[in-house]
């Protein structure tokens, strides 16, 4: 194997001597490039956004935006990195020196004030500006979507960067004036080549190791050898623990470009949505095929987080606060667990057995998430928050209700934040299914929903707010879905 490389601004540059665990931030900051910012070092505020060049959804190549702080440098092994600074090199359409457009428009609106998270947002921005659909979805003169912009710019690109000076607004305009790239672009006429090919890697320095094979089976013999390893993807979850709790790993493995961890198959039966596809991948790839999960990307975390995190992830932690696992528990979801030896489907429900535990064995990993078929017509995902985006949930709640002649034929609803682990609300499903949708049902089973659960006291809320929450999430689907299902 090579040694592993970086294009980083079209030059490449070694790894080496940088350590296993050193985050792409550290990397390119070592090298002078010093726009990529470290502000809170677990994927919070976006200063350390930079660009990579990854398998396209509309074209065969997308730009997509990335907090360099969580992701290992090894991680991007044969892979292309864009950088504040080279934005202004690689897609400026002009002489030395000219600024890129969202760089301009940042300038001349006056959207950088200390200009410590400014280089993030360019990023960002210009991953927003490079989205090959943007332009087709231009809000007509006198919208007043105030997150869309009358180019297609949707801020929702912007979730998952922090700003403590300019109050957003020229941020805003910003976003909202620049333009579609030009043909001259090298950027954007990057987006018609193909995407860095995937490359096996095996880093090792000081006694750890990154390593990367090109197939399933291959990783899966890796992992029975080494079943003590940590098993990424993203990274928006190990990043935390290696910057903040300073945790080091003899051994981590790699598993984002695995193609049999990258498919999605819609049948006639199940929706399988492959463990490694980023959420963002996933969201654009179903286009709201399965409403559930359209209800749930906008608010998981960030644009930025998105970009890296799986479904495989987000379950294989096993944290009872995770977003995904109640909107798959009322999905009815299973996981394809696999290993050296085969396969086998567990149920979600049955998935996890105590707090960030599960039926997983050594050398197992998730290859895959079956929702079946077909989809609950009633559904609905509450996440009760400080904060609307980019935030961890205090509790979460889904629904997925069928209600036919007035009736609920079927109730499934999952729970996040309110027990050691993801859980079903049974009781409140009881109490609903066979029972006509009326106020008074509604009224009564919220009593049995806010009794679901142990919820604790934390510094996110207390155990009654918690309580309290659970009740009202059923109130509020029941105001927001009466009319729909009466009709």
Not at 275 to 292: F, K, N, S, Y
Not at 441 to 456: W, Y
């Amino acid at each position: 194997m090579t040694t592993p490389r970086i294009t980083v601004n079209g030059t490449e540059a070694p790894i080496s001597p940088a350590a296993p665990h050193t985050t792409v931030l550290d990397f390119l900051r070592e090298r002078g490039l010093t726009g990529t910012k470290e502000g809170c070092a677990e994927g919070e505020c976006g200063a350390c956004a930079v660009l990579v060049a990854r398998p396209g959804t509309g074209e065969p190549t997308d730009w997509v935006a990335v907090n360099a702080c969580l992701l290992p440098a090894a991680a991007l092994d044969g892979q292309e990195v864009v950088t504040s600074e080279g934005l202004a090199t690689a897609g400026a359409a002009g002489p030395p020196g000219t600024l890129h457009p969202v760089q301009e428009e940042m300038a001349v609106r006056g959207g950088s004030q200390c200009g410590y998270c400014t280089p993030g947002f360019v990023c960002s921005m210009a991953a927003e500006y490079y989205r090959p659909d943007r332009c087709a979805h231009a809000e007509p003169a006198g919208n007043t979507d105030p997150e869309h912009g009358p180019n297609g710019f949707d801020l929702h690109a912007l979730s998952g960067n922090l700003c403590r000076c300019t109050g957003y607004r020229p941020i805003r305009d910003a976003a909202f004036a620049v333009g579609a790239p030009a043909d001259e672009d090298p950027l954007a006429r990057r987006r018609a080549q193909s995407p860095p090919a995937p490359v096996a890697t095996e880093y090792v320095r000081d006694g750890s190791a990154f390593l990367r094979r090109n197939t399933l089976g291959e990783t899966l013999r890796l992992l029975r050898e080494r079943p003590d390893a940590v098993v990424v993807a993203g990274s928006t979850d190990w990043g935390v623990e290696v910057n903040i709790r300073a945790r080091r790993a003899d051994c981590v493995i790699a598993v984002d470009r695995l193609p049999e961890l990258r498919e999605l198959r819609v049948g006639s039966d199940a929706v399988e949505i492959g463990a490694a596809l980023t959420l963002t991948e996933i969201e654009r790839r179903l286009d709201g095929r399965v409403p559930l999960l359209a209800e749930l990307f906008p608010q998981f975390a960030s644009r930025l987080i998105r970009n890296g995190a799986t479904l495989g992830g987000n379950l294989g932690t096993g944290s009872p606060i995770g977003d995904s696992p109640p909107v798959l528990l009322a999905l009815e979801a299973s996981v394809v667990l696999a290993d050296a030896d085969g396969e086998r489907q567990v149920p979600l429900a049955e998935y996890f057995t105590g707090y960030r535990q599960s039926v997983r064995r050594p050398g197992e990993l998730i290859r895959a998430v079956r929702v079946p078929l077909p989809l609950s017509p009633v559904v609905a995902f509450h996440k009760i928050a400080k904060r609307r985006f980019d935030d961890i949930s205090s509790v979460a709640v889904a629904f997925a209700l069928d209600v036919e002649d007035g009736i609920v034929r079927k109730a499934r609803i999952g729970l996040g934040g309110v027990a050691a682990t993801p859980i079903r609300a049974l009781t409140t499903e009881e109490a609903l299914e066979g029972s006509p949708w009326t106020a008074e049902t509604v009224e009564a089973a919220a009593r049995v929903l806010r009794a679901e659960g142990t919820p604790m006291n934390d510094q996110r809320a207390s155990s009654a707010y918690r309580s309290a929450m659970l009740g009202q999430s059923l109130l509020k689907l029941y105001a927001q879905t009466t009319e729909a299902v009466s009709s």
